[in-house]
């Protein structure tokens, strides 16, 4: 989607200077805004965002993502009027009670030649015989891969960080999807600290305010200051990095915490006079308005630099390592809310542009989100290619060719000066592409400009292809039998992640054994060091177990994928309990002498000695090729009788003997398996006698 350009004049000493910013020489702009009309298309509001220059709607504006339109009629403090193109504001919250509002842009813009940030800001308006004002304005960026919706917890998260509601017991809220970094202009001082557990997690990058008690939450306070959190992605992350106080590591004398600031973030403007026009509105503000400064330089390892215009000139308040690496793209917002302390939050005259220029036409191809991790042969991959003109010129006939992806489709033909697009293809994974373990391709933007062709230098995107998770398991019953009634029986569980990701709180249920234990409960990829351990527990037979003959448990084992659950396929072992609940006798029917040659015929009775109905009730006898039996279903106490025969061979006659052994088996309706003891018959035989 292209860029909204600004195009209405700036009020004195509210634009201008942004203006002469984007058109000085330096970076490629990117996005120019002035939230001074009745449309702001390239953004998306949510909760509150709304515009004073357009017309006022009835009620307030709906909650979640929306359309940015009119503010409500009904507002509380000194608002700007509305309908007020070209005057208006992007109003976040009037000063009413518990306001929350956000505005998002949700296109990604190039982060390789850094970003360069500047917009205006106002927070105004509390009555300042009821407390402090509250709660501050928040600029954010994100990761250009995920998809920008939603922003994160308001009240002291400010739109970014996630949050505890009533610690501690309370719901969590997430924090703003895909996270890289959130600039708070924390004016009433909790963003600073990390209370509501903003600092879950963050134990090696810890606020110096820490994690107190929801009683010392007013004093843990950082009124006043800039504070700046890292990358986050629901409930983790979102850490302190740095923020503007003299004391970044130890306890100050007295709190709430001190900044070092050099003014206020908070504009003096508590009233508006009756009936004022926007002309009149925007001067009477000026005094409030806080022009910021956000840069990065160009990655992988950027470098983050805060300015804040007090009104005599911007001031550099905050310099600091960024993130590293940054995300190939970004993507941004503002937030801002209020509680039970309150303020009017606006903004205005946002310029985006890069640190450093632009080629004449840049690529940036990316994986969207969610980014397909587990793939196979089949599957599909949704491609984005971020084309940015950073000429002067228009580049017509716009195309992006990818040998493997196949044809990119572009949204438009014809690209702006500094205008930036986003073109799409899908890529159907193949097994070849399995077998290597990565999707690795590189793409080119091309067009022609009035200079002749244009073409962007190469991007490239390697996807790694991982192996779905799975989980297996062995079981075994490491107390030989026989069993009884009291007898304790210990099991142990070879459990083997045979996937490609590591799997962390690995355990063991089984529907008879309670208090399984692991050797290890993380487990890496298959084929590596760690990819399997040994679980044990045991189990007691009981008087019910000895009365039914057997005990069947069942087992799973279980690991986790961040919020995945895997299991195993489900491990049962039946032990047999007491004596055999199946007998078998065998006789030999057939009259002596055995030679070579003769047939003996075999006789079994088989007789079902146990509680159960037996099915498939069979004898197996290792010289008898085939025995038949006249019953296959034996109810209890029900015998059977079975008949088999054997041929004597030469062999039987060299030795002198035949010895066969056999065994009675079958199956009850849940498909135990119940056999007999072993029994075996020995016949002497010889050779026919020589006459002379």
């Not at 609940?581 to 075999?602: C, D, E, I, M, N």
Request: charged share 15%.
């Amino acid at each position: 989607m292209a860029v909204t350009a600004i195009t209405a004049a700036p009020a004195p000493g509210a634009g201008g200077a942004a203006l002469a910013r984007a058109a000085a020489p330096g970076g490629t702009p990117l996005v120019l805004e002035t939230f001074k009309g009745a449309t702001a298309p390239a953004f998306t509001g949510y909760n509150g965002a709304c515009l004073t220059g357009a017309a006022a709607r009835p009620g307030a504006p709906p909650t979640g993502g929306h359309a940015l339109g009119g503010c409500g009629e009904a507002e509380v403090g000194p608002v700007p009027p509305l309908d007020a193109a070209p005057h208006g504001y992007l109003k976040l919250t009037d000063a009413g009670h518990d306001r929350s509002g956000a505005v998002l842009y949700d296109h990604a813009l190039p982060a390789s030649a850094g970003l360069d940030v500047t917009f205006d800001v106002w927070q105004y308006g509390n009555d300042p015989n009821t407390g402090p004002p509250a709660d501050g304005a928040s600029f954010f960026l994100t990761d250009g891969e995920v998809n920008l919706t939603a922003p994160g917890a308001f009240g002291g998260s400010l739109g970014y960080a996630k949050k505890q509601q009533a610690p501690p017991t309370g719901p969590f809220i997430d924090g703003v999807e895909g996270g890289y970094l959130g600039v708070g202009l924390d004016v009433l001082g909790n963003y600073f600290a990390d209370t509501e557990q903003r600092g879950l997690g963050c134990e090696h990058q810890r606020s110096p305010a820490g994690q107190p008690s929801m009683d010392g939450d007013f004093f843990e306070r950082g009124p006043n200051m800039v504070t700046v959190r890292g990358p986050g992605n629901g409930l983790d992350g979102y850490c302190y990095i740095t923020a503007t106080t003299d004391f970044p590591h130890s306890q100050p004398p007295s709190k709430p915490w001190p900044s070092n600031l050099p003014g206020d973030l908070q504009g003096p403007t508590t009233s508006l006079p009756a009936g004022v026009s926007p002309q009149e509105a925007e001067t009477l503000l000026e005094v409030s308005r806080r022009r910021v400064g956000v840069r990065l330089t160009p990655g992988p390892h950027p470098t983050l630099t805060v300015t804040v215009d007090f009104g005599s000139g911007p001031r550099e308040v905050l310099d600091v390592a960024a993130p590293a690496p940054a995300p190939p793209t970004y993507k941004f917002g503002f937030a801002a809310s209020t509680g039970h302390f309150t303020d009017v939050h606006l903004i205005r005259n946002v310029v985006i542009e890069t640190d450093e220029p632009l080629p004449a036409l840049n690529l940036v191809k990316q994986v969207t989100e969610p980014r397909p991790g587990h793939l196979a042969a089949g599957d599909h991959v949704t491609y984005e290619f971020v084309v940015t003109n950073g000429g002067q010129v228009p580049v017509t006939g716009l195309h992006v060719a990818d040998p493997v992806v196949g044809p990119v489709t572009c949204p438009v033909a014809t690209l702006a000066p500094h205008e930036t697009v986003t073109c799409t293809a899908t890529y159907t994974v193949t097994a070849a592409d399995v077998t290597a373990g990565h999707i690795s391709n590189t793409a080119v933007a091309a067009g022609e400009a009035t200079t002749g062709p244009v073409t962007s230098p190469p991007s490239s995107e390697n996807l790694d292809i991982t192996q779905p998770p799975s989980l297996v398991m062995e079981k075994l019953a490491e107390t030989p039998g026989p069993y009884h009634a009291g007898q304790t029986v210990h099991y142990s569980y070879l459990v083997t992640n045979t996937g490609g990701v590591t799997l962390d709180d690995v355990h063991v249920t089984d529907d008879h054994v309670t208090g399984t234990t692991c050797a290890a409960t993380v487990l890496t990829p298959a084929g590596s060091p760690g990819d399997h351990a040994t679980c044990h527990g045991s189990y007691v037979i009981t008087a019910a177990d000895a009365a039914d003959g057997l005990v069947t448990n069942t087992a799973v084992a279980f690991g986790h994928e961040d919020d995945r659950v895997i299991s195993s396929p489900p491990s049962q072992q039946t032990l047999l309990i007491g004596p055999p609940r199946l007998t078998v006798t065998k006789r030999v029917t057939s009259p002596a002498p055995f030679l070579a040659g003769s047939t003996v015929q075999y006789q079994y009775t088989v007789t079902n000695t146990g509680p159960r109905v037996l099915h498939d009730v069979a004898v197996a006898d290792d010289r008898v090729t085939d025995v038949a039996c006249a019953l296959a279903t034996l109810a209890p106490g029900q015998s059977t009788a079975c008949t088999g025969m054997y041929q004597v061979t030469a062999l039987d006659v060299s030795l002198g003997r035949v010895t066969n052994i056999a065994q009675a088996a079958g199956l009850d309706s849940d498909g135990n398996a119940f056999v007999s003891l072993l029994t075996t018959a020995t016949i002497p035989v010889g050779s026919i006698p020589v006459t002379g």
